[in-house]
């Protein structure tokens, strides 16, 4: 057999695939093989991989126990449709019901977080009998009619035709406060103006309120603490339900809490929706609600590939995996060598780093045109600079932020610290090459 080569590789996707799926880097990395934290491209290159397909590979490459469990399950059931109940998807429905936050238990589930959000709306609308929906600015639903009109990313709203019913809040966006205020002096407006943007937008009822703990997509905001209890009180007056999006900030990836939303004191989740994470990779979606608003749904309902027994059982091994080898904790510690390093790349380069934000695993810093001489104009050509000069010395990263000037720094769960040390290292000499 011919062996493939990247250059092979890169001219087969331009003549075969949407020219909209967009590759990273100027000469796109064409993956082959993977263990751990390392991943090889066809030409026999290694990186450090520090993004993990968009936060989804959260054990690494090719981690044992997943691989084993997936090994055991293909070789006995491959398929079957939620019309038939297996022991992988009632297993997993009560390990989740045993780890979520507050009173969440039932569970559905279905092949990506785009769907998950999509069956949360739709639960939400019916429990409640209203249809208006609050989402954030910079947040990032996913690809279908409803996740683009939920989605308030210009870059991914492709259709102008959207869903009207969804009014978009001030995101919690401190570094760029839409009010020109500091926290905690200005006793998170961008919380309480919920209020009004329910009252002169809305018919006065709504369905309810999806947030992203921290929001991915849109470069790693996270919200300052008391932002959700007061967002969320507002919304249930106004007869809404908390949607709680930890497809990106679920399973252990924050630190310290298996979800995002823990960080958060007071704040129970009426419905939460996960993916990427979940099963190390492989396609997976989940919705988990309480048990009356769950109950809610009496019409039929069906996934075809939802909880299907391979995803299932690499879900279930991802989770007791996670437990077993303390990986919130590690998340949490090697988080906070991250967080260090980066701040430490602030102070060494304070012209083009603006801010360092996040938790855990989950770590930002958004350049910005001169942060000393106050100018906060974004710098995504930076960014790209950066990009290239990680590749260069073997890093891969992730890049966001509605002006696509944020590094995203997204480790697996397992990483340990001569690898966190490693990437710093390299960010920093990538950054001396440009960076003031």
Known sequence: MT????????????????????????????LDEGNGSRVKDLDGVEYLDFFGGILTVSLGQAHPKVNARVHAQIDRLGHVSTLYPTVGIVDLAEKLASTAPGKLKKAFFCASGTEADETAVALAQMHTGNQELIALRHGYSGRSMLAMSLTAHSKYRGIPTQIAAIKHAHAPYCYRCPFGLSYPSCEVKCARDIEELIQTTTTGRIAGFLAEPIQGVGGFIDAPDGYFKIAVDIVRKYGGVFIADEVQTGFGRTGEHM??????????????????????????GAVLATTGVADSWTAGNISTFGGNPISTAAALAVIETIEEEKLIQNAATQGALLREGLLGLKARYPGSIGDVRGKGLMQAIEMVADEVAGDRTPAPDKVGRLFEETKKRGLLIGRGGLYNNVLRVSPALNVVREDVETAVRILDASLATFAS
């Open 3 to 30: 062996k493939r080569t990247s250059a092979d590789v890169r001219a087969k996707h331009k003549e075969f695939l949407f020219p909209s799926l967009a590759n990273y880097y100027a000469e796109s990395v064409c």
């Open 259 to 284: 979800w995002g939303i823990q960080h958060h004191d007071g704040v129970e989740p009426d419905i939460m929706t996960m993916a990427k994470g979940i099963a190390n990779g492989l396609p997976l």
